[in-house]
């Protein structure tokens, strides 16, 4: 890989995040099924696994990744998907996660840094990525919760029911979330994330965060993609616990 193109891959993938510092320990799992010891990621750790693949080979060694993809990005062939899962608590009440905060434009502005936000109604949002490599797309968040749900289709629901599968944990989420990325004008295809907000004290949640990220195969390099899909888990993290 030139150094153009890995200069591209790494702006497309960290998304200006590679600066934050970390100030939790991240802990590798070799497995995407690992048990979410509540214990340690009390302590501040965060767990999580990372992969990436084509298409067909992911399906084949996870095939439960199949109910999480609501944008059906499996079916597209000539692209690479990144798998990351994610266990960390953040020291937030439940309730703070909830339509109206998850939603908020200021809260989704904040939560991706430099990145241009513009809501357009209530689900929906036109982010603008400024930069060398400036590109654009959409996201839409929808939540489920104890009090309201927001799910638009057969789909997100079918993924927000694999998310509970897949770790039993979750089926005492007080919300879950699914955020799904699409129409980029550049570089990658689309991306589905699911996060489950589980209490756990008054003051601490439990988040439990799947994410398919769809990318063209010149982009798809695991040395490249890794360090920053693993750094943004954790730049993500302190910007939940910072938000004011």
Known sequence: ???????????????????????????????????????????????????VDNPRKLLKNHPELFDLDSL?????????????????????????????????EKYVAYTLGDQKVKKLNPETF?????????????LQIFID???ISTLPNSKVIRAVSAAKKMDIIS??????MVKEMT???????????????IPLKENKTLVIQYQLSSVKKAFGSAKIMKPGMV?????????????K
């Open 231 to 243: 750094q943004e888990i954790s730049y993500n993290r302190r910007l939940i616990q910072d938000y």
């Open 183 to 197: 129409q980029y004008t550049k570089y990658a295809l689309g991306g589905v994330t699911v996060m489950s907000f």
């Open 72 to 104: 059906s990005l499996f079916s597209e062939p000539e692209s690479m998907i990144a798998v990351t899962k994610a266990a960390y608590v953040v020291d937030r009440p439940v309730g703070f996660f909830d339509d109206k905060q998850m939603t908020d």
């Open 1 to 51: 890989m030139n150094n153009s193109l890995m200069k591209l891959v790494l702006t497309v993938v960290i998304n200006l995040v590679a600066s934050v510092p970390l100030y939790a320990q991240l802990v590798e799992q070799k497995q995407i099924n690992f048990p979410v010891k509540t214990e340690e990621l009390m302590k501040g750790d965060i767990h999580y696994y990372f992969s």
């Open 126 to 138: 036109k982010v603008t990525v400024p930069g060398d490599f400036a590109h654009q797309y959409k």
């Open 171 to 176: 089926q005492g989420a007080s919300s879950i």
């Open 145 to 147: 919760s104890d009090d």
